[in-house]
């Protein structure tokens, strides 16, 4: 236990002390104000208490995330615990942190726009074509899994209608859930959002915190740090950079900052950031340490736990053994209500991204219907297909959105004078990961893995030459607005 309890204390360091220091860095400035109060239009812009923002940004970028990921990232062995820790502090954080506080510097303005504008326009191109694909892709199968989950659950329930017997169907849940989507996408974000969303981030944590009391309660053991790095997955994946992939929500994760925009038009106060931000992005790290922990000492062995089935099988598992009925509801919610809250919001992202790259007001319920309707239109459509390969290149997607916005971080530390190197390294690190993965993985090209680490390296160096001769040779644009 004494390496999943150092990880606790690490992440929560690394909020009291980096987070701190990340926040200095950016240079707060708490009198001015803020987008919820300089733009209030009764829908997205609405300022919250810290306390509702928090939950709903923890929620709003963990869902199923840091659960199933980290169940799947432990089977590579202790070396999870370190990149969680670290991804979480030195990048995940200040990758949330950074995306969201430029965004509410520039009126809660989506991320491709934000990475537009320090990268220039064929990556605001790129990047909204980007960020629409992975949020209706992320948005439509958060409809499909619970949809399936619950159409098991429900198998049993019949209903008449006009004398018409009719079951729960996985179609029939589909469209019940896409109906909620429809509402949460276009409602203001008090109506169902902001009501909803802190009493499932509440129960998420009382999840996690349940799994860590059995950490420590009930017998069994847990991977220490001193049993080496050795990757250990069954199927012999190498730990870099599959780990690095494998675990992104509760590490690092480029969809955590197309949802940050929603909150940063919502925030009070500058000083909200770091909680809102960088603390939630802490406290997913912690659930992910927790689950990653939990479900290893369930199984007793990695090989165990690649045998018991999905993560989702292993979550109800974990929580129906040690907890009973009470962890059976708390399984229900982490399966099913999770993906649900990060899938609407992620239609709800993807119509402000449109709506700030057509210039759109929201205020009115036609204009914002204008746009949601086309999104789910297409989310329809792909209900019927075959999400196995489309799903694969979800997270080599992911990450890679998570590089660029480290770049665009960087780029504009860099214009302003400020501590560049803390986004540049972890800008460096990532690109050596998506590049080096989409090489060597199965859905990728199926490179040799030596040869694809060798070629990784190289993209890296050369980005970083990149950087280096823009900083050289950069210099500010009379009318460029800093």
Known sequence: MISFSISLVALLLGYLIYGKLVERVFGIEPERRTPAYTKTDGVDYQPMPQWKVFLIQFLNIAGTGPIFGAIMGIQFGPAAYLWIVLGCIFIGG???????MISLRKDGLSLPEVLGDELGTGV???????????????????????????????SNVQFSIFG??????????????????MLATMLPI?????????????????????????????????????????????????IFPMLCITIACGAVSGFHGTQ????????EDERQGRAVFYGAMITEGVVALIWAAAAIKFAGSYEHLAELGTPAVVVHMVCDTWFGRVGAILAVLGVVAAPITSGDTAFRSARLIVADMLHLSQKHFGKRFLIA?????????LRFLDFNVLWRYFAW??????????WAVTIWMARRQKCFWMGLLP?????????????VAPEGFELPYAPSLVAGLVVTVLSGVAFAVWKINYQPHKNEKL
Not at 94 to 100: A, I, L, R, V
Not at 145 to 154: F, G, V
Not at 397 to 406: P, V
């Open 94 to 100: 200040f990758h949330d942190y950074m995306s969201g």
């Open 124 to 154: 605001r191109y790129l990047m909204r074509l980007l960020s629409m694909l992975l949020l209706v892709l992320v948005g439509t199968v958060f409809v499909v899994t619970p949809a399936d989950l619950l159409a098991e659950m429900t």
């Open 164 to 181: 018409l017997q009719f079951g729960l169907t996985p179609l029939l849940w589909f469209f019940i859930i896409l109906i909620y989507y």
């Open 190 to 238: 008090s109506t169902l959002i902001g009501r909803l969303y802190p009493l499932f981030g509440v129960s998420l944590l009382l999840m996690a915190l349940l799994a860590c009391y059995g950490i420590f309660a009930l017998d069994g053991s847990v991977p220490e740090l001193t049993d080496g790095l050795a990757g250990h997955h069954p199927k012999g994946l190498p």
């Open 260 to 267: 940050s925009p929603i909150m940063s038009r919502c925030l």
């Open 373 to 381: 309707i086309p999104m789910f239109a297409i989310a329809v459509g």
């Open 397 to 406: 997607t992911n990450q890679t959105l998570a590089m660029a916005t480290l």
């Open 427 to 439: 800008a460096l690190f990532m690109t050596a990961v998506s590049s080096t993965y989409i090489l």
